[in-house]
């Protein structure tokens, strides 16, 4: 609890009461290794705290409540209840309620009457983000308690090493930053994204604060002397842009939020953060390189921190995908399973310094250009033994469930004649425009059959499928 190794002592005091064989009071022990003892007292609210079900109120009951929030709390049920249920369309808190609500749950179309309801200890505010800050200080004041902003991401793993790093100096003193946040599927149409007076603003305001988020908190500096900036609104109106749009098509009449903002922050204190979203892939990914790994691993010497290897990444570049296996084996921390297609005929054509989906396209592993005997046949010369991604990211496939089913299939039984035994995780990211459950556990059977090719009592497959919407939803089984 303070940092030391502790043996600890459990010691529950029993009394006759209206909990029954709940515990009046108990008290732990603690006996640490320098011979301090200490003792904790805890009373039956505290026990009881962590004994109920929170109960949840969803003020907002539309797209995001439905694909986010709601199955998520349905999925840990044992630790909270929703028991109240707000939207301004009747019908939606209503069908929330059915599929969602606890017993007795209560529907209202006034978020005032959800906050009034005595039962409700947290409110989810899932509403069009122009309602967002009136329910939100209304819930706060009437509650007295500490409130907090959806910015998820500083919850996730990779995020949070990251911050004990920065916060423990040994990334030095961060001057200079860049926040970058790019939506690759392009825009978009559900909702309320595309109307400014609802939604606020494009990407700036839906995924670019998230990045920005990160990057201040990385830094720890909220001290902003000046920002200047541009919003752009290019995309709105191109026909090529509206029809080849992977979320479909839009009216232009009713497209009213910008497609892209950059910024410049100038911090007090002269730190500087560069803003913006560049286009995918040369403003996104820096290591594209051996060269530029060799000065990134130079400067940055640490056993934690290596490479995602995709050799698609190399084919559409026209390098060499093999070499570099051998002379950075140390440093691949995680392999993909991915195809490229690159097309002569629109290379000759565009040219390499074109956008690069203008010449290849990605594919399923086997339908395109790697030679995958020679990549697994390299990784097994140097006995790596990590996590594998097959990456299914095939717009031939995206149009409907069944292709789905079927690509995952192809991409399985592609690689099922190059499979080591030594491969005992394996990861899949389905790149779709979206998946159903269905899918979800259609999938999971069929990479269950990898197991055929994994020696009995080893690591358990760990099997994660992605469904890129408006963020992405992770999925973790443990296939025993």
């Given amino acids: 609890m303070i940092g030391q190794k502790t043996y600890d002592t459990f010691c ?5 009461n209206n909990y029954g064989d709940f515990f009046d009071y108990f ?6 290794e320098n011979g301090i003892t200490g003792e904790i007292e805890l009373g039956t609210y505290f026990l009881e705290s962590l004994m109920k079900k929170v109960k949840i109120g969803i003020a907002g009951c539309g797209g995001i409540a439905n694909q986010k929030h709601m199955p998520s709390l349905k999925e840990c049920g044992e630790k909270n209840e929703i028991v109240a249920f707000c939207d301004i369309i009747a019908e939606r808190d209503q069908k929330a309620a ?22 409700v200890e ?19 004041k009437k509650s007295g308690r500490k409130s907090t902003i959806g910015y998820q991401n500083r919850f996730r793993s990779e995020i949070q090493a990251l911050h004990q790093s920065c916060q423990a100096g040994e990334l030095g003193d961060i001057y200079y930053a860049k926040a970058h946040a790019v939506r690759r599927r392009a825009i978009p149409k559900w909702g309320v994204f595309l109307n400014k007076a609802l939604q606020g603003g494009g990407p700036l305001i839906d995924i670019g604060t998230h990045a920005l988020d990160i990057t201040l908190w990385m830094m720890n500096n909220y001290d902003v002397e000046s920002v200047s900036g541009s919003v752009f609104y290019k995309l709105g109106n191109l026909p090529q842009v509206i029809e080849g749009n992977m979320f479909g098509p839009w009216d232009p009449e009713t497209y009213e ?38 000065e990134m691993f130079s400067v940055i010497d640490s056993e934690h921190f290596g490479l ?12 060499d995908y093999i070499k570099p296996i051998y002379e950075f084996k ?38 395109g250009d790697v030679d995958w005997a020679k ?30 089913r079927k690509s995952l299939l192809l991409s399985q039984r592609s690689k099922r004649p190059i499979m080591r035994q030594k491969f005992v995780r394996v990861a899949m990211e389905l790149l779709a425009e979206s998946v159903s459950m269905k899918i979800v556990k259609y999938a999971m059977t069929s990479l269950n059959q990898f197991r055929d090719y994994m020696p009995p009592g080893q690591i358990p497959v760990i099997f994660m499928m992605t469904a890129i919407c408006s963020c992405f939803r992770g999925i973790l089984w443990d296939m025993r």
């Fill in 12 to 16: 529950p005091n029993y009394a006759a």
């Fill in 27 to 32: 008290k732990i022990l603690l006996k640490f």
């Fill in 98 to 119: 059915k599929e969602y609500g606890a017993k007795g749950a209560k529907v209202y179309t006034d978020y005032s009457e959800l906050l009034a309801n005595k039962e």
């Fill in 122 to 140: 947290v409110v989810h505010v899932l509403t069009p983000n122009v309602a967002h800050c009136p329910i939100t200080v209304a819930a706060w």
């Fill in 257 to 294: 939020v910008e497609d892209s903002a950059v910024g410049f922050i100038k911090m007090k204190d002269g730190a500087t953060i560069a803003f913006g979203a560049d286009q995918w892939p040369g403003g996104q990914n820096l290591a594209t390189t051996p060269k530029i790994w060799r």
């Fill in 308 to 319: 995602n290897y995709d050799p698609s990444h190399f084919v559409w570049q026209m390098m």
């Fill in 330 to 367: 140390d440093k691949i921390f995680y392999v993909h399973y991915k195809d490229i297609k690159v097309y002569k005929d629109k290379l000759n054509d565009t040219g390499i310094m074109a956008y690069p989906l203008e010449f290849m396209s990605p594919k399923l592993p086997g339908l």
């Fill in 375 to 404: 990549y697994v046949s390299a990784l097994t010369d140097i006995g790596y033994n990590g996590y594998t991604c097959i990456e299914v990211e095939d717009r031939a496939f995206e149009d409907s469930d069944d292709s789905v």
